[in-house]
C-alpha cells in the first residue's frame, strides 16, 4: 500500500513540475488564444448573407415552396376522407375502423415534432423539410397500394408523422426569413395553407373517390405532388437557418485560410439526447400542466383545430343525407368555409397594420397580448356559425344555401381564433418558444385525431341540430379565454415559473 503512494505521489510530482507529453514523442503545445476569437458571426444587421437580408424574389420563392409543403401535408391529411366509403367495401372492413385512415395521419402530427424540431436546431432547415416530404409521399404510396387495412392505417401514420415536419420547421423558416415587422403576415399565409388544405379535400377527393380513378388516388395524388415538392427541395431550397449558415461561411474560411480553428458556435453544440428529450418532450408536458396560459390557450385552439376534423364528417352526413347531394358536389360545400378563412386572413393582415404601428411606438418591443385583438371578433363569429349550422342543416326544406353560408362565419372564426392564439403563446414564451410550440402541436393533434371517430356518429345520434347546438355552446362557452388573457395575461406571465 505504502509502495502505491510513493507511486502516486512521485507521479503527481512529475504532473506538477513537468508538461505531459501528447504522444508520439511530442511536447505539449503552447496554449491557444480564446475560442472566441475564431468565432465566426454576420458582419452586421444588414449583412447580405444574413437570411433576412435575401432579396425579395429568393425570400418569396422559398416561402412559396416551404408553404405549399404545408398545404400538401394539410390536404393529404383529410383527402382520403370521401374515400373511406368504398376503401372499407375493398378492404372488407367497417367504416370506422376504415377511418382510422384520417385518425392516425393527424396522430402522427402529435408525434412529429418529437423528431422535427430538434433536428431543424441541430442540422438545420432544409434537411428536415426534404426528407419529410420525401418520407411523407413514400408512406403515402404505401397506403395507397395497401392489401389490408393494418398497412393502411400504420403507413398513414407514419405518413402523419413525416408530415409534421412541415408544421413545426416551417414557422422557423419564415421566422429566419422575417423580422418582427413583418413576420405576422408570413404566419398568417402559413397558417392559410393549414386549413385551406382541409377544406380543399373534399371536393377533390370527393370527386377522385367518385371517378374512375377510384379511391386509391385520393392517396396516390397528393403522393406525387409530396415527392415533387421534395424534390424541388432538394435541389432549390437554400437553408435558412443562421447558425447553420455561420457553420458553412465558417467551413469555407477554413478551407481558405487553411486556419483550422475558424469555427461557428454551431459547431460547437453536442448532441445530447437527455437534453434534447427535456426540450422537446418533457418540458413540453410541463409547460402543459403547470402554465395556465398554454394549457387553456392550447385546449381552446385544440378544439378549433379537431372541429376542422369533425367537419369532414359532419358535412358529407348533412349536404348528402339531408340534400342528396354525391360526394363530390357535397364536397364543394366546404368552400364556404375556405372563404371565411381567406375573409380572416385578409381580416388579419389589415390588422397587422395597427399592430406594427404599436411595435414601432413601443421601440420595437412586443406585447403579446397585442396578438389577440382578431379574436374578440372571431369568437362569436365562430359560435354563430356553429348555430347556423346546425339549425339550418337539419332539414331539406331549407335551402341547401344556408348551411353552406354558416360554412363563411366558422370558416372566419377558426383563423381568427387559431392564429393570433398561436402567436400569443409564441410572443408570451419567447425564451421557450420551441417547447411551447412542441406542447401546442402535441395536444391540438392527439385532440383532433379522435374527432373524425364519433363526429358522424354524434350527427347523426343526437340530430344535426342539437349537435350542432352542443358543439355552439362549447364554443360559446369559451368566447370569454381571449378577453380574460387580453385582460390579466401580464399578471399571468409575472407569476409564471419559466420567467422566475
Known amino acids: 500500500m505504502a509502495l502505491v503512494d510513493k507511486a502516486s505521489d512521485h507521479t503527481a510530482g512529475l504532473r506538477m513540475n513537468e508538461k505531459p507529453s501528447i504522444g508520439a514523442n511530442k511536447p505539449f503545445p503552447a496554449p491557444l488564444p480564446p475560442s472566441e476569437d475564431y468565432v465566426v458571426d454576420f458582419e452586421g444587421p444588414d449583412d447580405p448573407e444574413h437570411p433576412q437580408n435575401w432579396r425579395p424574389s429568393t425570400k418569396l420563392f422559398t416561402s412559396i415552396l416551404v408553404c405549399s409543403g404545408t398545404f400538401i401535408v394539410s390536404l393529404t391529411s383529410a ?22 385512415g384520417t385518425t392516425l395521419y393527424v396522430l402522427g402530427f402529435a408525434s412529429g415534432p418529437l423528431i422535427w424540431a430538434p433536428a431543424s436546431e441541430l442540422r438545420g432547415r432544409k434537411w428536415p ?51 418582427n415587422a413583418t413576420r405576422g403576415a408570413a404566419i398568417s399565409l402559413y397558417a392559410l395553407t393549414v386549413f385551406v388544405g382541409p ?11 367518385s371517378s374512375s380513378l377510384g379511391w386509391r388516388w385520393t392517396l396516390y395524388i397528393p403522393a406525387i405532388l409530396s415527392l415533387v415538392n421534395g424534390a424541388v ?11 447553420c449558415l455561420l457553420a458553412a461561411k465558417a467551413a469555407a474560411i477554413r478551407k481558405e485560410s487553411g486556419n483550422w480553428g475558424v469555427h461557428a458556435k454551431q459547431e460547437e453544440v453536442e448532441v445530447d439526447f437527455a437534453q434534447l428529450a427535456e426540450k ?41 343525407s339531408v340534400y342528396g347531394m354525391n360526394p363530390g358536389i357535397a364536397g364543394l360545400m366546404f368552400v364556404g368555409l375556405i372563404i371565411g378563412v381567406l375573409l380572416a386572413c385578409a381580416f388579419i393582415l389589415f ?32 359560435t354563430i356559425g356553429l348555430f347556423w349550422f346546425g339549425w339550418t342543416g337539419f332539414t331539406s326544406q331549407i335551402h341547401w344555401a344556408s348551411p353552406a353560408a354558416a360554412g363563411i362565419m366558422i370558416g372566419f372564426g377558426v383563423l381568427c381564433i387559431f392564429l393570433p392564439c398561436f402567436n400569443y403563446i409564441v410572443d408570451a414564451y419567447l425564451p421557450v418558444a420551441a417547447s411551447a410550440v412542441a406542447a401546442n402541436i ?3 393533434s392527439a385532440v383532433a385525431a379522435g374527432f373524425p371517430l364519433f363526429s358522424r356518429q354524434m350527427f347523426q345520434n343526437m340530430g344535426i341540430q342539437w349537435a350542432g347546438t ?20 401580464p399578471m399571468l406571465r409575472g407569476k409564471s415559473k419559466v420567467f422566475s
Not at 427541395?233 to 447558425?243: A, D, G, K, R, V
Not at 352542443?470 to 387580453?486: D, H, S, T
Open 79 to 100: 383527402i382520403f376522407a370521401p374515400g373511406i366509403d368504398k376503401a372499407s367495401k375493398a378492404l372488407d372492413v367497417g367504416t370506422v375502423v376504415c377511418g382510422l
Open 129 to 179: 423539410l426534404t426528407i419529410a416530404l420525401l418520407g411523407g409521399g413514400i408512406f403515402t404510396i404505401a397506403s395507397a397500394v395497401a392489401k389490408d387495412i393494418q398497412t393502411l392505417i400504420i403507413c398513414r401514420f407514419f405518413a402523419g408523422m413525416c408530415g409534421a415536419s412541415q408544421l413545426t420547421v416551417v414557422p422557423g423558416v419564415l421566422a429566419d426569413l422575417f423580422s
Open 199 to 209: 377544406f380543399m379535400a373534399p371536393f377533390i377527393g370527393g370527386f377522385i373517390a
Open 233 to 243: 427541395s432538394l435541389l432549390f431550397l437554400n437553408e435558412t437557418y443562421p447558425p
Open 280 to 320: 422537446y418532450f418533457t418540458r413540453p408536458l410541463k409547460l402543459l400542466f403547470m402554465e395556465p396560459i398554454i394549457l387553456v390557450v392550447s385546449m381552446y385552439m385544440s378544439f378549433i383545430y379537431g372541429l376542422v376534423y369533425a367537419l369532414l364528417e359532419a358535412y358529407p352526413f348533412v349536404f348528402e
Open 351 to 382: 390588422g397587422q397594420i395597427t399592430y406594427a404601428k404599436k411595435l414601432a411606438e413601443n421601440k420595437g418591443v412586443p406585447v403579446p397580448e397585442w396578438r389577440l385583438a382578431p379574436t374578440l371578433l372571431g369568437a362569436p363569429v365562430f
Open 442 to 444: 402535441i395536444l391540438r
Open 470 to 489: 352542443l358543439l355552439g355552446c362549447l364554443a360559446a362557452i369559451m368566447i370569454p379565454i381571449p378577453i380574460i388573457f387580453r385582460t390579466y395575461g
